[in-house]
């Protein structure tokens, strides 16, 4: 209702055109400083959502360069999904911001050491590339080639958005640290990934870095070796730290003490945010996650997730000794699939399928919100396992007599109608209620889903005629986090395609960033 004396209304314009000129100012200030973030993308929230809303925006990217004109403003609608129930302090897929993509350096020092089918691991360090200038500061350290996982040490240069997607268009990373085994002496990680390298595996490794902690005098990379198989001779200590000059490595420590814990725990890691972890009893000064998910479900059917702190568990402050389980406080996790697992039962993750592939994670902050965030391959569709044809094997270990499908469909595993490169977000307040044990590890589940297929550049991996497009896996790398920037990396898997006059194989890193403004109101 109108306000009905002559004083109420002039008062009512006046608030009006002061609320229109806010309001402006703010648009007129975000278009000189970000690019639309969801460019005809998909964003789904979990449970089903009420409210739809459609967005045109014209806007500019800071240091970002588009292949027409570098800072040019692009006008693009986005399509937004919200639910209703979700909590006001929760980072949604809508607050981040596509800046464009950056390729990997072209290294190959033969022996697989390279960056073709790398990026599996990754971490961001804030003080690497001191001598930078631009809006990117700090640096990259990831694995490299899957057979080998040899550590290097990247810069970050501008992104680049490509209409076209063409990798030729990105500005590409530098070698900042070569190629290094950080792996030799250390317990018995060596064996246990050269065991499942000759298996023919691809090997998990999360690799993530902290500041010095404790009676540390300097920050450190902590790393973590997997094997697909975790049974008798590949149930080994699996976790090390060493410095950012790869010197100092010391380990091997584990999460548990069963091959069990091992299919749970051995795979992505990354920083947990002080302030949470000190809010909760249970995780007071534990400030590193680390987690697992494999196909399957083995290791339970969703990713899993603890909190750790390596250096609180040496006697006295020292390091500790080879072969040490961990403190571990649990955050998430769900019921296996394997026969023996005392975890087995019914509960998953929502939406879940066993030929899922979740590749990487991060804890994402700024202002009030924040988001535990999965980033990998979803099967959508049926599922099976066997071969990408459709043909079936037995799981139930009874005998199969048929025959292996040719080239290029022969590859054994869990397989679905189709996939997609996903991020999946979980409400930290949920992980909070998890490690105080007011719910189980099994309760969260994602509020908010991203689909990543629009930004990529290769998703047709094996780019032959008698495969379909849409069933190719394991397009999404690993994912690091600049926390005080707010630039979220994630690593498109073999984003460069084979023949296309790149490198082939290689990685590329696609740049988002989440809008410290608009994300903390």
Not at 199 to 204: A, I, K, L, Q
Request: glycine share 10%.
């Amino acid at each position: 209702m109108l306000p009905s004396t002559m004083k109420q209304r002039l008062i009512y314009l006046v608030l009006l055109c002061f609320f229109s000129l806010v309001t402006i100012s703010w648009v007129v200030g975000c278009g000189q400083t970000s690019t639309n973030s969801d460019s005809s993308s998909t964003i789904t929230t979990i449970p089903p959502a009420v409210t739809t809303t459609t967005s045109t925006t014209t806007t500019l990217t800071p240091g970002a360069t588009t292949t027409t004109l570098a800072g040019a403003p692009t006008t693009t609608t986005s399509t937004t999904t919200t639910t209703s129930g979700i909590a006001a302090t929760s980072l949604m897929p809508s607050d981040l911001t596509y800046l464009g993509a950056f390729r990997f350096p072209y290294v190959d020092l033969g022996d697989n050491i390279t960056w073709a089918y790398g990026g599996t691991a990754a971490t961001y360090y804030p003080n690497g590339d001191p001598a930078n200038t631009d809006a990117y500061p700090g640096s990259i350290y990831a694995m490299g080639h899957n057979s080998t996982k040899y550590i290097s040490e990247i810069s970050i240069p501008l992104p680049v958005i490509s209409e076209d997607k063409n990798p030729a268009d990105l500005n590409e990373a530098t070698t900042l640290r070569p190629f290094t085994n950080i792996r030799t002496g250390i317990g018995e990680i060596p064996e246990l990934f050269a065991t499942s390298v000759g298996n023919g595996e691809n090997p998990p490794a999360g690799l993530a870095y902290l500041p010095a902690q404790g009676s540390q005098t300097q920050g450190k990379l902590y790393s973590c070796w997997g094997a697909h198989f975790q049974e008798d001779a590949q149930n080994r200590a699996s976790h090390m730290w060493c410095n950012l000059d790869f010197s100092g490595t010391a380990g091997a420590w584990r999460i548990g003490t069963t091959f069990f814990d091992l299919y749970q725990s051995n795979d992505f890691m990354f920083e947990i945010p002080a302030v949470w972890a000190n809010a909760n009893a249970s995780t007071t000064g534990l400030y590193l996650a680390t987690g697992r998910f494999r196909e399957g479900g083995h290791g339970g059917q969703g990713p899993n997730l603890y909190a750790i702190a390596p250096w609180l568990d040496g006697i006295s402050g020292a390091t500790p000794t080879n072969g040490t389980p961990l403190t571990a406080v649990k955050l998430l996790g769900y019921s296996s699939t394997h026969p023996e697992n005392p975890t087995y039962g019914t509960h998953t993750m929502t939406n879940y399928s066993d030929a899922d592939e979740w590749d990487g994670a991060e804890w994402l902050t700024t202002g009030s919100k924040a988001a535990v965030v999965f980033v990998g391959t979803k099967a959508l569709g049926d599922t099976w396992y066997g071969y990408a044809d459709g043909t079936k094997v037995p799981t139930d270990g009874s005998d199969w007599d048929g025959l292996a499908p040719d080239y290029p469909n022969n590859e054994k595993g869990w397989w679905a109608t189709s996939f997609e490169a996903e991020a999946i977000f979980y409400d930290p307040t949920d992980l909070a209620a998890v490690a105080n044990g007011t719910i189980e590890p099994y309760e969260p589940q994602p509020y908010a889903t991203l689909s990543l297929d629009q930004y990529l550049y290769n998703i047709d991996k094996i780019n032959d005629p008698a495969f379909p497009a849409n069933q190719n896996r394991y397009r999404i790398g690993s994912v690091c986090f600049d926390r005080t920037n707010g630039y979220l990396y994630i690593i498109e898997a073999r984003g460069e395609a084979i023949g296309a006059g790149g490198y082939d194989d290689n990685q590329i890193v696609h740049v988002f960033r989440i809008d410290p403004w608009f994300a903390g109101i």
